[in-house]
């Protein structure tokens, strides 16, 4: 098999993580990747952070609605795009991808959480003292998994159509 494609099918939503630090050159490998992502009109219009301290994580898990277990990470990147950037959420949707794909290559797991249009996006912009032309679109926790849920996926054949030609 394919080991992108093994990748890909292997990645799951992580919520809960051992206390085991991530190496380093596994954070910039993955912050690589993530810049790497594709972009309109090269544009680039990201801005990546990655957070560590305990205080910090503890202080973004209580700002958001669903993101309380980044308190239990060890690594919390957040992604950041443009204001003004035409493409910034679809850049930066990209570039969360690839950094996912990327940690996941290394058995690190972890899950999206939103940040575009939440009620915290610019409090968490703020306490990463981030300029203000930058708008939080994700935050994403991660660290080694304590445990991996499977949760069912619809069948192939509800998610996808074809043309119909004559």
Known sequence: MNLGITIIRSRRSIR???DEPIRDEIIKEALECASLA???RNEQ???FGTVTRLETLKAIAALTDHGKF??????????????DATYYLEDCCAATTQ???ALQSHGVGSCWVAGEKKHYAEDVRKLLNVPENYT????????YPEEIKVPPKKDLE???FSEVCD
Do not use: H, Q
């Open 16 to 18: 809960k993580y051992k």
């Open 38 to 40: 594709p972009t309109a």
């Open 45 to 47: 219009p990201w801005l």
């Open 70 to 83: 980044i308190a239990d990470a060890r690594i919390c990147f957040a992604v950041f795009g443009e204001r």
């Open 99 to 101: 950094l996912i794909l």
């Open 136 to 143: 939080l679109v994700s935050l994403l926790p991660a660290g």
């Open 158 to 160: 509800d998610v996808t």
